[in-house]
Structures are given as C-alpha cells and as structure tokens.
Nanobody
C-alpha cells in the first residue's frame, strides 16, 4: 500500500503564505493522481486540488488564484502552496493518492492530516 505523510502545517498569520508537503512511500508507481483536501471542524471534507501522474492540475473554484499544487520529479512528493491565507483557511489538510487500480477496487490512500491555523 501507499503511505502518505503530510508536513508543513502550523500557525500562520493572515496574509502570509504556506507550503504543505506530502511524502508518499510504498507502491508509489501505482499512483494515478494525488490530491489535497481539507476539513473544517463540523463540516464535510472538500477537495482543493489534484495533480495527475502526467502533471495535469485542477483546482477548486473557491481556491483558484490562491493555491498551487505541484510534485517533484520522482513523483513521491506533492506540495500545496497557499497564498494570502485567511482565517477561514483554518482546517485540517489531508493528502490523498488514487491508485491506477481503483477500477479494480483498490481504495485511495490518505495521510493522517495536518493542522493549519490562520490567526493573528
């Protein structure tokens, strides 16, 4: 299976930028796409951005212009840059990896999540 570990979270002031990292290990060559989600306490988890194994990126409409997803050449690390952070960006952020065998029933892999708190 794929193991995902997020890092880079913490307390940040409004207006600042932050870059989250997600390191994948295990069967990384079976990953078809990686995504970032976030969940505000008491609300549903929402998709923020996705990057495919080929490098194609998509973003949530509500976040376009403020976030950027990328990966390293090896494909084992995905990043999420968030600019102009707002208090409403406070949430737990999760890394996700979709398997190329998802059609055969292989489930997505998830990181434990990392807290981002935006406050002055």
């Amino acid at each position: 299976q794929v193991q995902l570990v997020e890092s880079g979270g913490g307390l940040v002031q409004p207006g600042e930028s932050l870059r989250l990292s997600c390191v994948a290990s295990g069967s990384i060559f079976s990953i078809s796409a990686m995504s970032w989600y976030r969940r505000v306490p008491g609300q549903q988890r929402t998709l923020l951005a996705t990057i495919t194994s080929g490098g194609t990126t998509t973003y949530a409409d509500s976040m376009k212009g403020r976030i950027f997803i990328s990966k390293n050449r090896s494909g084992n690390t995905v990043y999420l840059e968030i600019d102009s952070l707002k208090p409403e960006d406070t949430a737990t952020y999760y890394c996700n990896a979709e398997s190329i065998y998802s059609d055969l029933g292989t489930p997505d892999s998830w990181g434990r999540g990392i807290q981002v708190t935006v406050s002055s």
